[in-house]
């Protein structure tokens, strides 16, 4: 979806509704979208990116989760807590909610990044996320966007709360191919590397017994890692499970 500038009324209305939030002030909604390759090449506009929002986005995810968690779970020590919500908070689970409100096709991305798949990239949804929850916070007040955050994550944080999210697909990919009577012989390697040195973006397979089992891509190798992990854990499951 291209939305224009001419166009952003009509097609900022529509995520407005999927995220059950009306902005007064439109412009933080276009920042919070605005990838920072985008606002590069309109630097002559005076564009600015998300990524201001995206960091008091973070800050505001984390206290809301932890606070859900410290009134929910009063018996459990901060172990507990910080595990749980790492698990709610990381970049897997906010761009598993970016896809389910297609906020991909939202963002705005500079040439490049929107060449090499950039709308996917779990990365740039989860930043985005961030940066709306931000938004939400500057236009609307805490607890508007206390609101949204728990709305969005309910069912992730109730998830974490019963045990079924996994968080370190690579270390239970691993833990898979040596259960159950099986011996798998798991690889994980980097196939891919581009964009400039400030903004790689790594490409990690993950191979069982020589065979591509998984792919995906991240701004670290852990991350690509990660994601080629997730990939291979769901092909797992479908295979063996």
Not at 4 to 12: D, I, L, N, R, W
Not at 55 to 73: E, M, N, P, Q, S
Not at 76 to 87: H, I, N, V
Not at 230 to 241: D, I, L, Q
């Amino acid at each position: 979806m291209d939305i224009s500038m001419s166009s952003e009324p009509a097609g900022y209305s529509v995520l407005e509704n999927l995220i059950g939030y009306v902005f007064s002030d439109k412009g933080l909604l276009v920042t919070a979208l605005t990838h920072s390759t985008y606002a590069y090449e309109h630097r002559h506009e005076n564009v600015n990116d998300n990524e201001r929002l995206e960091f008091v986005g973070d800050g505001i995810l984390d206290f809301v989760v932890a606070d859900a968690l410290f009134h929910r779970k009063q018996k459990c020590d901060e172990g507990y807590l910080s595990k749980t919500r790492a698990l709610i908070v990381c970049e897997t689970t906010l761009a598993d909610k970016a896809v389910m409100i297609g906020l991909g096709d939202y963002l705005r991305l500079g040439r490049g990044e929107e060449s090499t798949g950039g709308r996917d990239k779990p990365s740039n949804l989860a930043n985005a996320m961030e940066a709306i929850f931000a938004a939400v916070y500057l236009d609307g007040g805490f607890e508007t966007a206390r609101s949204l955050i728990l709305r969005i994550l309910s069912d992730s944080i109730e998830l974490a709360l019963a045990g079924q999210i996994v968080f370190d697909y690579k270390s239970r990919i691993l833990e898979l191919a040596q259960t159950k009577g099986n011996s798998h012989t798991v690889r994980f390697a980097i196939i891919d590397e581009s964009g400039p040195v400030h903004e790689k973006c790594y490409t990690a397979a993950v191979y069982l017994d020589g065979e591509e089992f998984g792919r995906g891509t991240g701004h670290s190798k852990k991350l690509a890692e990660q994601e080629a992990a997730r990939s291979g854990f769901n092909e797992w499951m479908k295979r063996y499970a």
